[in-house]
């Protein structure tokens, strides 16, 4: 029992270990949850993960895709994959100075919590206290917050 309860316990940490960490400089901010991460000569592009903001051409597109430049264009961030998009993109966590990224984006009403793929109850909590305050996108009229999965589905 003893050498069975070892071999799970090992394979729980190698798992853990292999997660991909790029550590690099934001290149390129695409929009309100997707950067470029240069690391080693090598650009990795990363959709924020468990969030989504709003597209370049909807209402607020425009301020949440500066929001995100202003926490990250030019800085050193730490992603933490989660997971690979249907675009080839790396989907992750992303911190710079040890601030969750993605969390600010939701504080700040920058962005909605996705709830496709959101697991981070926390984020709900975020979304809520951002639009009870009416922050970014929240002071919008009503009929211009239109989450981004329905904007894209419309078009």
């Known amino acids: ?17 292999h997660a991909a960490v790029i550590i690099g ?6 929009d309100g949850d997707t950067i470029t991460v240069l690391q080693d000569r090598k650009q990795y592009k990363v959709r924020l993960a468990e969030i989504d ?17 202003d926490w990250v264009f030019g800085k050193y961030v730490n992603v933490e994959q989660v997971d690979t998009d249907r675009y080839g993109r790396i989907v992750g966590k992303v911190y710079v ?11 700040n009403g920058h962005a909605w919590v996705y709830p496709k793929y959101a697991k981070d109850e926390n984020l709900y909590q975020l979304e809520k206290l951002a ?17 981004p999965w329905e904007w894209r589905k419309r078009k």
């Not at 400089?25 to 695409?30: K, L």
């Not at 597209?55 to 430049?69: D, H, V």
Request: hydrophobic share 40%; charged share 25%; glycine share 6%.
């Open 25 to 30: 400089e934001v290149v390129s901010i695409a």
């Open 53 to 69: 903001a709003p597209e370049k051409k909807q209402p607020y597109g425009q301020k949440s895709k500066q929001a995100l430049s």
């Open 1 to 17: 029992m003893k050498r069975f309860s070892l071999f799970f316990f090992s394979l729980l940490l190698t798992s853990q270990c």
């Open 97 to 107: 100075g040890g601030i969750y990224v993605n969390a600010e984006m939701v504080r």
């Open 131 to 147: 639009r009870e305050q009416r922050l970014g996108l929240w002071a919008l009229q009503e009929d211009q917050r239109v989450p």
